[in-house]
């Protein structure tokens, strides 16, 4: 059951990117595209605890739980970039920590697979990446924020739900690169034993 639910983040997905693309020309359908992230944001902690209290954790679990996280996160990101709510520092800084760690994982599970357990850390920063895109989701249009840059992003005044979002951002790219950097630091620490 767990591992269906973890499932279920991954299908919503698609949806998800369709109806906040959409949104832009039918502004309503960012209250769809919310709905859909809520609910995928949901079936991340629903899954965990799922396995928990029927004590069902499987290996399979423990690698399909993160990789959903990244798929849903990911896409999510990409998709708020280029509707220029998110700028492109924050989505190269969470998706370049994403790519070195999943780059490490079948390397170091078939070392040890205890030392790609998450981490506490990882979820923290996963909520708070969660609760930020929320957010962002929100941001009504017209979106004036550079593609390359943080030129145009409402940092410094108060417009709207992204103001909110952004600095929450901020706040779980410091916790993302904390776990980045216990992820890292295990990996290291496994190659000097080996």
Do not use: C
Not at 38 to 54: I, P, Y
Not at 89 to 102: E, H, N, Q
Not at 114 to 134: D, E, P, S
Request: charged residues 10%; without cysteine.
């Amino acid at each position: 059951m767990a591992n269906f639910i973890t499932m279920l983040r991954i299908a919503v997905t698609p949806g998800f990117v369709v109806f906040m693309l959409l949104s832009s020309s039918h502004p309503n359908l960012k209250y769809v595209a919310f709905g859909l992230f809520f609910f995928g944001a949901l079936t991340d902690w629903a899954d965990g605890f799922v396995a928990r209290r029927t004590d069902s954790v499987t290996e399979f679990g423990k690698t399909a739980d993160p990789l959903a996280d990244r798929i849903f996160i990911g896409a999510t990101l990409i998709t708020l970039y280029a509707m220029r709510i998110l700028p492109l520092p924050f989505l190269v800084l969470v998706l370049g920590r994403d790519i070195v760690i999943a780059a490490g994982y079948p390397i170091i599970g078939k070392i040890d697979p205890t030392k790609i357990a998450v981490h506490w850390t990882g979820k923290v920063a996963t909520a708070i990446l969660f609760v930020a895109l929320g957010l962002l989701t929100l941001s009504p249009a017209l979106h004036s924020g550079s593609y390359v840059s943080f030129a145009g992003y409402p940092f410094t005044t108060w417009v709207n739900w992204q103001t909110a979002g952004l600095w929450l951002f901020a706040l779980g790219i410091v916790w993302s690169l904390i776990s980045g950097g216990i992820y890292i630091s295990r990996a290291l620490e496994l190659a000097r034993e080996t």
